[in-house]
C-alpha cells in the first residue's frame, strides 16, 4: 500500500491483490492461485466461498439486514440454543469480534463478583504470551508492552503470569481475584498448546477459590483443533467463553458463552452492541454450525490434520535448518522455524502458499477445516519447496563465507 493512502498505515500489507476465492483458494487480480493456509487467520472456517454459507447469506439479505437488540432475532434464539445445546453454557451473548466477546466475558466475570456482593472481586489472572485482542481492556489482559505501549495507563485488574507455572498462578490469587482467563491454545503467542493437566490444574484452582474460569476459545474455537471446542481435550468447562473468528466463516460474529450462574449478573441494561447478532450475522453462523455439527465433519478435521501433521514432523527431519519444532492441535499447527520465520513464510510465499506468522518464531498454519487430504499434501509439497530453496540459499552462503 502507497504512503499516500488514506488508510491508517497500521498494517505491513503484504503486496498481493486477491479478487476472490473458492475452498482453500485464493485468486489474484491477475489470476494467480495461492493455497490459503492463513484462512484470514483462522476465520474462513469452511474456506472461501462455501456453497453453503453464500446461499445462507444471499437468502438472508432478501429478506431483513438489521433491526437492532430492540426486537426478537429470531436467529439469535437459534444459533444460541445449538451453542448452548453442544457446550457447557446456558447463556450466549452476541458480539461482532472477538475483543468483544472478551470485553463481554470480562464484565460478565466482574459483574458476577459484583452482584454477591463483593465488587472489589475484579482482577484477572492472564497469561504471558497472550493474546485478547485490540481493545484498551484486551491489550491490558494480554499484558504485551508493544500493544500497550503509548495508549495511556494500562487498565486496571490484569495480573500476569508465565506461561504454564501454575504456582505464580497460586501466588497471584488475593481478595480481589475474580477470574482466570486463558487460551486454551496461544494463537498469536506461538500456537503454544496449554497441556490438558494444566487446565484442568485450573479449573480446580477456580473452584477451590470461588474463581471464574474464562476461556478465549476465538481462535482455537468452532472445529479448528479437531473438538467443536479445544478445551473439550482436556475434558473440562469453564464458566464463560469468548468465540468469534471460525463461527462466522469470514461474516464478522463472535459469542460470549458462560453459565446461567456465571451471567447471573448481566441484567436488563448491563451490556448492549448495535449490530452483534444482527439478522445477516445469526444466518451465516446457523449455516456454519450445519457444516461444523454434521455427522463426521470434526472426525474428517482430525484425520486430515494428522495427515498434515505426519508430513510436517517428516519435513523437520529432512530440513532441521529450516524447520525446529512442529506444534499445535488439529489444523492449529505452528512451525517453529531454525530460521528466521519471516523468511520461511516469504519463501513459502514465493511457492504461492500463504500462511501467518506468530510469536515464539512460529509460523501458523491455519486452513479452512474442510481441507482434504490431498490439498493438505499439496500444501506439504510447497512447504518443502520452500525449506529446499531456503536450505540451498543457507548453502550457498556458508560457500560464499
Ligand atoms: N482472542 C484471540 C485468541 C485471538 O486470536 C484474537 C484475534 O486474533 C482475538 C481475541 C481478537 O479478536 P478480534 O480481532 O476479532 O477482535
Redesign the pocket.
Known amino acids: 500500500m502507497a504512503e499516500a493512502s488514506p488508510l491508517y498505515q497500521t498494517y505491513m500489507r503484504a503486496p498481493l491483490r486477491f479478487e476472490r476465492g473458492e475452498g482453500v483458494w485464493l485468486v489474484t487480480e491477475t489470476g494467480e492461485r495461492y493455497l490459503d493456509f492463513a484462512a484470514g487467520?483462522?476465520?474462513n472456517s469452511l474456506g472461501h466461498a462455501h456453497p453453503h454459507l453464500v446461499e445462507a447469506l444471499k437468502n438472508q439479505a432478501d429478506k431483513l439486514w438489521h433491526l437492532s437488540n430492540l426486537y426478537d432475532v429470531p436467529g439469535q434464539e437459534k444459533l444460541a440454543e445449538r451453542l448452548t445445546s453442544a457446550t457447557f453454557a446456558d447463556k450466549v451473548f452476541f458480539t461482532?469480534?472477538?475483543?468483544?466477546?472478551?470485553e463481554c466475558a470480562i464484565k460478565t466475570a466482574r459483574r458476577y463478583h459484583f452482584a454477591r456482593g463483593n465488587p472489589e472481586r475484579f482482577h484477572i489472572i492472564t497469561f504471558e504470551g497472550?493474546?485478547?485482542?485490540?481493545?484498551i481492556a484486551?491489550i491490558a489482559a494480554?499484558g504485551q508492552a508493544k500493544y500497550l505501549e503509548g495508549f495511556g495507563p494500562k487498565a486496571a485488574g490484569f495480573d500476569q503470569v508465565p506461561f504454564g507455572d501454575l504456582d505464580a498462578v497460586k501466588a497471584a490469587i488475593t481478595d480481589e481475584t475474580a477470574a482466570i482467563l486463558i487460551?486454551p491454545v496461544?494463537?498469536?503467542g506461538g500456537i503454544r498448546v496449554v497441556p490438558n493437566e494444566f487446565l484442568r490444574a485450573l479449573r480446580d484452582i477456580c473452584d477451590e477459590n470461588g474463581l471464574l474460569l474464562i476461556l478465549?476459545?476465538?481462535?482455537?474455537g468452532v472445529g479448528r483443533t479437531g473438538k467443536l471446542f479445544a478445551h473439550e481435550w482436556a475434558g473440562i468447562t469453564p464458566d464463560i467463553m469468548?468465540v468469534?473468528?471460525g463461527i462466522g466463516g469470514g461474516f464478522?460474529l463472535?459469542a460470549c458463552l458462560a453459565t446461567d450462574e456465571a451471567a447471573a449478573g448481566m441484567k436488563a441494561g448491563t451490556h448492549g452492541t448495535t449490530y452483534g447478532g444482527n439478522p445477516l450475522a445469526m444466518a451465516v453462523g446457523n449455516a456454519v454450525l450445519d457444516v461444523v455439527l454434521a455427522d463426521g465433519f470434526l472426525r474428517n478435521v482430525q484425520d486430515v490434520a494428522l495427515v498434515l501433521r505426519q508430513g510436517l514432523a517428516a519435513l523437520k527431519d529432512r530440513y532441521p535448518d529450516v524447520i525446529e519444532d512442529i506444534r499445535g492441535e488439529g489444523l492449529m499447527l505452528g512451525i517453529k522455524a531454525a530460521c528466521p520465520s519471516a523468511d520461511l513464510l516469504l519463501a513459502m510465499r514465493g511457492e504461492h502458499m500463504l500462511s501467518v506468522s506468530a510469536g515464539d518464531n512460529v509460523i501458523r498454519l491455519l486452513p479452512p477445516l474442510t481441507l482434504t487430504a490431498e490439498e493438505a499434501r499439496e500444501g506439504l509439497r510447497r512447504i518443502e519447496r520452500a525449506a529446499e530453496s531456503l536450505t540451498a540459499a543457507n548453502e550457498k552462503k556458508s560457500l560464499q563465507g
Open positions: 487467520i483462522a476465520v461482532n469480534s472477538g475483543a468483544e466477546a472478551l497472550a493474546f485478547h485482542g485490540r481493545t484486551t494480554g487460551e496461544q494463537g498469536e478465549d476459545e476465538v481462535q482455537s469468548a468469534a473468528k464478522p463472535g
